[in-house]
């Protein structure tokens, strides 16, 4: 018979046991996970159509049509068709290890301008901003690095226009934000139509959303929620407002209440954040609301009105509320959100990265903590760009809107 203390041991060494079979069942999940949302590694990028012949030949003359429109020569494009006549490929004629989107805008051959667009603003007024343009977004999605395939019920041209016009308008409606930071306090909602981030009885999620930003001072939101809000108003707003499409917009704001009624709840997918430490596995494999997600993205490949993350990686300052990284969405012309407007509205890729390292150095507002400010050299912000798990900061995911025929029922 064991004594108590070789018992107690044993089960030690079981239950030690348990965890890193567990930990490792994790871990091929997650792997398999990825393998499932990569899908630029297979000698594929730029914008895919999966269907049958006969539509792939109206979407052929679509797009070219469209890309002429924008000024987009054919001499900067290449189409492909797949062997089977099932698939047809159109991406940039640049080198195939030129991945890199943040500097499209300032590439002379590519010829880009920025677009003004008109917004709705408070009082029944409208409001007109500088923002990216149609050109900027298409030239992007047909870069090298990733893929954006449209399959299926969505293998047509209007569902990537749609894309094309979403991302457009969810970085247009980004452009001038002033909402309040609430560091580390607790958020404040315009309690006329939220109550504690949900929409109350009888308000529409496109008028809560609109809300916001038609009422920027009323709220202190977080970068998450913020994040969340933008990318909602830039498809709720679409739906609603540009394409004028009631059936789409229902569908939407249908898929925004699915199981638990609360549209700020789990739009998108929760693997996004497995890094954490306490997340669950069994999350993994759930579906966002409304968003979808893509690992494998190189650092520099970023299309106007992805949600991207640069995780805070100092042990220590990661505690604190608020802190633990950054979400980010891409404005095209290489720069990046800023939702409390304290840095002019935008930040350049390098500064954003610079903005999420300082704060290990306690720098939490670029004006009052300008002292501990520690400069970095061009070599050591190149660092930055890299995974977590190769020294930087930047998750390589990114979210990113895609339409769907019908309501999603989550797990």
């Known amino acids: 018979m064991l004594k108590f203390p070789a018992l107690a041991l044993c089960l030690l060494m079981f239950v030690l046991g348990q965890a890193r079979a567990a930990d490792q069942g994790f871990t091929d999940e997650r792997a398999e996970h990825r393998r499932t ?34 000024g987009i020569a054919p001499a900067l494009y290449e189409q ?31 010829e880009i301008r920025d677009e003004l667009i008109t917004l709705p603003a408070a009082g029944a007024r409208q409001v007109t901003v500088l923002t990216v343009s149609e050109k900027e977004i298409v030239l992007a999605l ?19 226009r749609d894309q094309v016009g979403i991302r457009q308008n969810t970085v247009a409606w980004a452009e ?37 930003f038609l009422n920027q001072k009323k709220y202190a939101i977080g970068c998450y929620t913020a994040s969340k809000l933008v990318m909602l108003q830039g498809v ?18 249908q898929r925004l209440l699915a199981n638990d009624r609360d549209p700020l709840v789990r739009i998108e997918p929760r693997a996004l954040w497995a890094f954490e430490e306490g997340f669950e596995a069994s999350e993994l494999w759930q579906r966002g609301k409304l968003f979808e997600m893509r690992y494998n993205i190189p650092s520099r490949n970023f299309v106007p009105g992805d949600w991207a993350y640069l995780l805070n990686t100092d042990a220590t300052t990661y505690q604190k509320t608020g802190y633990e990284g950054s979400n980010a969405i891409y404005l095209g012309r290489g720069l990046f959100d800023d939702y409390y407007n304290d840095h002019n509205h935008a930040y350049q890729f390098r500064e954003k990265l ?47 809107f895609q339409p769907s025929p019908g309501p999603v029922v989550l797990p």
């Open 354 to 400: 610079d903005e999420v390292y300082q704060w290990r150095h306690h720098v939490f507002s670029r004006s009052r903590d300008v002292a501990k400010l520690r400069p970095m050299t061009e070599s050591e912000v190149e660092k930055l760009t890299a995974t977590p798990q190769q020294g930087g900061l930047l998750i390589d995911v990114r979210v990113f």
């Open 142 to 160: 047909l870069q090298h690095g990733r893929l954006s395939e449209f399959a299926g019920e969505q293998c047509e041209f209007q569902a990537f």
């Open 37 to 70: 949302y990569t899908n630029n590694d297979h000698g594929e990028d730029g914008v895919k159509f999966s269907c049958g012949p006969e539509r792939l030949a109206q979407i052929a003359a679509k797009m070219r049509a469209y890309l002429d429109r924008l």
């Open 80 to 110: 492909h068709a797949g062997r089977d006549g099932a698939d047809l490929i159109f991406h940039l004629a640049t080198p195939a290890d030129d991945v890199a989107t943040l500097d499209l805008r300032f590439r002379p051959e590519m």
């Open 236 to 253: 709720l707003d679409y739906y609603a407002r540009v394409k004028h499409s009631p059936g789409e917009l229902a569908r939407v704001e």
């Open 176 to 212: 001038t934000l002033e909402w309040v930071w609430p560091d580390g306090g607790r958020a404040r909602w315009n309690t006329r139509l939220w109550k504690n981030g949900t929409p109350r009885p009888g308000v529409s999620i496109s008028r809560a959303v609109g809300d916001a």
